[in-house]
């Protein structure tokens, strides 16, 4: 007989009290039975990954987060040998993909592109279908870039110093676009105007930003660098400076914000890998090597160079607590700059 199975009793043994010799035993079957899943868990971890791997990217393709996502997972694919096969999911602000990717099972096979706009979704939303911190595990950082700050070539403005002055000399007639409420150009706007103590008005996008900046009719726009790439040499736009401290290596003649004289303007948006919670952390740690191994690649870094990303390597406890932190300084601007939820 089977030590994990439990006697059929006759029914004049059956008492409403515990018999402690079957209460012991079944209470043995119950440990050895979860050290068994248990064990399953752990083998199928160790063995991760044996088939591809599905990459949840909330936002269209073709932007900023997409583009950078697709040049890393390329060749940590090609160092995992296993296909990576990324599922383009936009819609509602990046909300319907990362709620995906929370409710998948926590076994490696399900991944999804994290980057600033979980924190943006955080003060958008009253309620989200996830919680951003306790629903996932941050994996690695692919790195951070910089908006650029572009205006109409027609205004004029040869520095961030002209357009603060044309701004201050008419309060309330200024406008900056983004390509959304709680985006990153928007949220680069914001902390821009904060920054400056400008009145200015926040004209959002769905697409189309960049055109009327280069048309005249919007005066200025925080835009990712990866996105107006192919528009950098247009003789209908100016670039006055680039959201960070230091200057990028994609723009070396574009001076900082920082030394545009406003340090607190500066905002970096990020990109990088997340996975479910509870997901083994054999596979974090596999995931996260790759990604490093794959930000470290000659080829990987020329082509995120030319988007304007800037690689940076932390460890996955450090990249936990990074996000955390970004998450509560996008708050903190929302409430300075009185950015309501939308619903």
């Known amino acids: 007989m089977s030590i994990c199975r439990l006697p059929e009793l006759p029914p004049e043994r059956l008492r409403p009290r515990e018999d402690p010799v079957l209460s012991q035993r079944a209470s043995f079957c119950a440990v050895v039975g979860a050290f068994l899943v248990g064990m399953t868990a752990i083998s199928a971890a160790e063995q991760w990954p044996a088939r591809s791997i599905r990459v949840i990217s909330p936002f269209p393709a073709g932007s900023a987060s997409d583009t950078v996502s697709r040049v890393v997972l390329d060749r940590v694919s090609q160092l995992l040998g296993q296909p990576m096969v990324i599922e383009t999911r936009p819609g509602a602000g990046g909300t319907s993909g990362f709620a995906t990717a929370a409710k998948a099972d926590p076994d490696g096979y399900t991944i999804v592109v994290s980057s600033s ?5 955080l003060v958008m939303h009253s309620k989200l279908p996830y919680d951003p911190l306790r629903d996932f595990a941050p994996v690695a950082l692919f790195g951070t870039q910089p908006n650029i700050l572009v205006v109409p070539a027609e205004r ?5 110093a002209d357009l603060v002055a044309a701004a201050k000399a008419k309060p309330g007639t200024l406008t900056f676009a983004s390509a959304g409420v709680g985006s990153s150009s928007h949220m680069a706007g914001e902390r821009f105007r904060l920054a400056t103590q400008i009145d200015v008005r926040h004209v959002p996008f769905r697409e189309g930003g960049l055109t009327e900046v280069m048309a005249g009719r919007i005066d200025f726009y925080f835009i990712p660098l990866a996105a107006a790439a192919t528009a950098l040499g247009s003789d209908k736009l100016t670039v006055l400076a680039v959201s960070s401290l230091k200057r990028v290596a994609r ?9 545009a004289g406003y340090p607190k303007a500066e905002y970096r948006f990020w990109n990088g890998l997340s996975v479910p919670a509870k997901t083994p952390r054999s596979i974090i740690d596999t995931l996260h090597d790759g990604v490093e191994k794959a930000l470290q690649d000659a080829a990987v870094k020329e082509k995120l160079a030319k988007l304007g990303l800037e690689p940076q390597l932390m460890s996955v406890d450090a990249f936990a607590k990074f996000t955390k932190d970004d998450f509560a300084a996008t708050v903190q601007l929302a409430r300075d700059a009185h950015i309501a939820p939308a619903d």
């Open 251 to 259: 723009l070396p003649d574009v001076p900082s914000i920082a030394e």
């Open 117 to 121: 706009a979980m924190g943006s979704e």
């Open 156 to 160: 004029g403005f040869k520095s961030v």
